[in-house]
């Protein structure tokens, strides 16, 4: 009986803490044709069922095969190839290959980290066992960096764009930039809060701004409001101001009570959450808010 309480728990445990794929990001359209996934690549890239030595540490060493200098001394010294950046999460495990634009990684540890990326529309071509089983576009821009998350039976999903700063990756451990996402902050935002009070996937000043322009335009009564706000945080996050600015446009307490409730998840200052209660006209809906946070 005590063994099925133990299992019971565990799986509960597992339940609750686990990230869900496809939860969070933007899926982007696979655009590989199916007569291309028909077709191994054959470039010297090692074949997911390989077996390789752990000392090789999962690199591939390309042959050159009794290749003459060249004898050209057309270096490029400091060249500037780009500033953007693009992180790629695959959780299951395999060893995958990605291409995106002129760089190609291949690894089995599940994490692709691409820098000096130049900005603009790039492709992104996703292997498995050298075959072809993604390719879409990115729309990468300038001292930005986008993290994304692939699932082979799902999709590639954009999780948020951020932006490079002086190379100040803004958290204390990689795995954040892909986690934070999915809500997985445990009450602790691991985020930079230096220059200019940045945050990760959150809007910037304009991009709120047009957000809450577009939410008095389009949605006149409470409840089309909150299912608009419901529909931009599935992939947004938000500061402790924004979310009392979204409050101040409802109508009723009780109405600003279900987004706030809603939106606490998706706080990235949670500490701050205190001047949400300047958004509401009755001290009742600020001690409900404040008993619900109690038990979150």
Known sequence: MKTIFTIAILLLNLTVFAQEAGKAGELLKNEAKSSEMQTQRNDGFRKSNDKISEQSN?????????????????????YNYGNSEVFVRIPLNGNFTIEIGEQMMSNSTGKFRFFELRAGSVPISIYDNNFLIYRTRLNVKNNMRLVLDFFPNQGLYLLGNYPVQNQSYGVNEWDDIWNNPYGNQNGNWNGNEG???????????GEFVRFIN???RNASFDKDKIAMISSVSRNTNFTSLQIQTLLK?????????????MLYQNCVDRRNYFVVHEA??????????DDYISRF
């Open 58 to 78: 999962n690199r591939i060493t390309p042959s050159f095969k009794n290749q003459k200098p060249t004898g050209s001394t057309d270096y490029r010294w400091n």
């Open 195 to 205: 220059n200019g009070n940045y945050y990760a996937n959150v809007m910037n000043n």
């Open 214 to 216: 577009a939410l008095k």
């Open 249 to 261: 446009a409802m109508s009723f307490d009780d109405n600003r009570l279900e987004v706030a409730k």
């Open 280 to 289: 509401f006209d009755f001290d009742s809906a600020k001690r409900k808010l």
